[in-house]
């Protein structure tokens, strides 16, 4: 079914990813634009302000916020919802076929801009506001892959009450976080809790897991419209002098200056260069996150690879990846294609929730006074 009005983009948002946030938006507008699409891109602001932003622009344009010639908009979650340009007299509702949400980190990956989008009236891509809070909550995450039998390192919470149940040294990381942004090394539980207590990353709650420099990173891409379809395997490189770590500077600067700097040209190794075994058992692995998470979209799937021994353990999802991991569907569809099928797919899959009014007043009516439920409400009688 063709539709009628624009697609919108949507990007930014209040997230320590915010910049990336924006080159994936100006991404995807250019490639749906190339496609000959009716893109309206919307910036949403640190400060959480809305604008319709000017067709093409660059990333330099938002160095100081919203670029010259934005439109400030209006979110109404009542009476007729929707985003709203604002005019001398009165608003005008954008008429929007469908949102992509390329909302990296915080509320957009967590599952916020969902529920926002859902009250705005708006099909937005992405998944459900309940399987973007666990893929974005480390330690829900962890729990989920360990209750479904899927392999992945133990994970606990940092805290002052119990010890992990395994031994250091470990890897310290916001249990909230959507990127390596604060990731920390730590030699005993003393230092995971100094780390947890001082940095700004990992104040809100940070979790624990052991330290495996042996494991290699590994990623796999899937979607689940028009039906579910898997990527070939990634495997990123890490700095000449073998890092620690996959850094947010790799990941997301490596590559050189300009437009082709991080995400689709950080080096890696695609197809990974790994044994045919390991290839099919990521992508058995990425089915099974599919099923237990019931994340929808474009996903993508972290790995950890013991070379030695072959095993493979999920680390973490990302339910809007940087640049929507089209540099890994690149071999097997067009950018554009996998973007509209998004979008596709979130105007025509609607996942909607039961309602209110099941109860048919029943509760309302056996309830009477409200002042009998608040007898022995008011604190211990002497």
């Not at 624990?208 to 990634?234: G, K, M």
């Not at 890696?268 to 992508?283: D, G």
């Not at 950890?304 to 929507?324: H, R």
Request: hydrophobic share 45%.
């Amino acid at each position: 079914m063709a539709g009628t009005a624009p697609w919108a983009v949507v990007f930014g948002g209040p997230s320590p990813e915010h910049e990336i946030s924006i080159l994936t938006g100006l991404q995807a507008e250019r490639v749906l634009t190339a496609a000959g699409h009716d893109v309206v891109p919307i910036y949403w602001s640190p400060t959480g302000d809305w604008f319709r932003v000017p067709a093409g622009t660059e990333a330099k344009d938002y160095l100081e916020g919203a670029p010259r010639e934005s439109t400030p908009l209006e979110a109404r979650v009542s009476g007729d919802p929707g985003l709203y340009r604002r005019k001398t007299f009165g608003a005008e509702r954008l008429d929007l076929e469908a949102a992509l949400l390329c909302l990296h980190g915080g509320v957009g990956e967590g599952g916020g801009a969902a529920a926002v989008f859902s009250l705005l009236g708006i099909p937005a891509t992405g998944s459900t506001l309940f399987a973007g809070a666990v893929g974005m909550d480390k330690l829900a995450f962890g729990g989920l892959m360990s209750a479904a039998g899927i392999p992945s390192l133990p994970r606990e919470a940092v805290s002052t009450l119990t010890e992990p149940a395994f031994e250091g040294p470990y890897i310290v990381k916001p249990r909230f976080g959507g990127s390596s942004i604060g990731i920390e090394i730590a030699e005993d539980v003393a230092a995971a809790r100094a780390l947890a207590a001082s940095s700004v990353h990992l104040r809100t709650g940070a979790v624990v897991e052991p330290y495996r420099p042996e494991l290699v990173d590994l990623n796999i891409a899937f979607r689940t419209f028009p039906s579910l379809e898997i990527t070939q395997l990634e495997k990123p490189l890490r700095g000449p002098a073998g890092s620690a770590l996959y850094s947010y500077a790799e990941k997301y600067l490596a590559g050189g200056a300009g437009a082709d700097a991080g995400l689709t040209s950080a080096p890696r190794e695609f197809p990974a260069e790994v044994p045919e075994a390991v290839h099919t058992r990521a992508r058995e692995l990425a089915e099974r996150v599919a099923d237990v998470t019931r994340l929808t979209g474009i996903v993508r799937v972290d790995l950890l690879l013991d070379e030695a021994s072959s095993e493979l353990y999920v680390n973490e999802v990302n339910t809007i990846p940087g640049a929507l991991s089209l540099y890994l569907w690149a071999p097997q569809q067009p950018a554009a294609t996998v973007l509209v099928d998004a979008l596709t797919e979130a105007r025509d899959r609607r996942v909607v929730f039961p309602q209110a009014g099941f109860g048919g007043g029943a509760a309302l009516r056996a309830a009477g006074g409200i002042a009998g439920k608040l007898v022995g409400l008011d604190g211990p009688r002497a």
